[in-house]
């Protein structure tokens, strides 16, 4: 990555609101790396993360007129400045659902737009409460009760959101709300009204419940077990996507469960997710090296990845 882009993407993180380019400066700069056409380049490695970083940010760019003089009127800036910011905060949101970011990671990158103690987190939330109509808006406080993100932690406030917007219909918020049951967040842990749930939001379509519903079979969770059930819908859910549910297809393989044993294809997926940013995935491929599961013998390899799994925790 250009050091240039660096200064620019780093400067607008700093501690002190103060210190922060205001948003005219950050255009300017971008424009100016823009006119010398530096690219953005990463290692095999990063791609994949370069990649979403930079498509989030490129889809929340304010369009700005080309004078350097301009009028923006307060409110509607803000309106739009807030929508955009929940549109980019639900993308990570959806990203660590499907296990791009781990939940300390996903966490910590929502803290750094709702900064407490700061007008900036006054603002989003009014937002959020003003805007109660929108289902995305009621899954996003819920999380922010439910981790604690930019205001006081609160269970039970979460599983009442995620149950408010259950009620209107939304998919995602049947799954959350199979969690809370799950995990007994906010309300009594009861892994059969979990599973129930899960089943809901999976046959309409949600793949995280369908992973859920998967492991729920797997483990006999709310529901008499049933592996080879288990491995059916991990691979349904696989096929439409979902990384966590291509991990668990590996572990199948891999033990045997619920189908034929075939470590070749438990290699192959660890591969792939590994390929596709998965960082769980990577303790899995240095197993494979280490023991030859699918693959030859390779402890500089295993061992290399084993250290590459250390730094990403």
Not at 212 to 230: P, V
Request: proline fraction near 2%; charge should be negative; aromatic fraction near 12%.
């Amino acid at each position: 990555m250009p050091d240039k882009y660096v200064e620019v993407y780093t400067s607008c993180w700093q501690c002190n609101p103060e210190d922060r380019p205001d948003i005219h400066q950050v255009f300017s700069d971008l424009k100016s790396l823009e006119n010398k056409n530096e690219k953005l380049k990463c290692n095999n490695r990063d791609d994949n993360l370069c990649s979403w970083i930079t498509n989030i940010t490129n889809s929340l760019q304010i369009k700005l007129p080309e004078s350097n003089t301009m009028e923006i009127d307060g409110s509607s800036f803000n309106f739009d400045y807030h929508k955009k910011l929940i549109n980019k905060l639900f993308l990570l949101y959806e990203k660590f659902l499907q296990g791009g970011i781990d939940k300390d990671n996903y966490i910590q990158l929502i803290k750094q737009y709702i900064t407490p103690n700061n007008k900036n987190e006054n603002e989003i939330m009014n937002y959020f409460l003003d805007n109660m109509d929108k289902r995305q808006n009621i899954i996003l406080l819920g999380d922010f009760f439910r981790h604690g993100i930019g205001i006081e932690k609160d269970e039970n406030k979460a599983f009442e959101l995620y149950k408010t917007a259950a009620e209107k219909g939304n998919i995602k918020s049947t799954y959350q709300l199979g969690e809370c049951y799950f995990y007994g967040v906010g309300v009594k842990k009861n892994v059969i009204k979990a599973f129930e749930l899960y089943e809901n939001a999976a046959e309409k379509g949600d793949v995280n419940a369908l992973n859920n519903l998967a492991y729920c079979y797997q483990h006999g969770i709310g529901i008499i077990k049933d592996e080879i059930k288990a491995f059916k819908l991990y691979k349904e859910a696989a096929e439409k996507g979902d990384i966590i549910s291509m991990n668990n297809l590996g572990e199948c393989y891999q033990h045997g469960i619920g189908t034929v044993k075939d470590e070749i294809k438990a290699f192959e997926l660890y591969k792939e997710l590994v390929e596709k940013g998965h960082v769980y995935s990577i303790y899995d491929l240095g197993y494979c090296y280490e023991k030859g599961v699918g693959t030859e013998k390779d402890e500089i390899k295993a061992l290399k990845l084993y250290e590459e799994y250390e730094n990403k925790l």
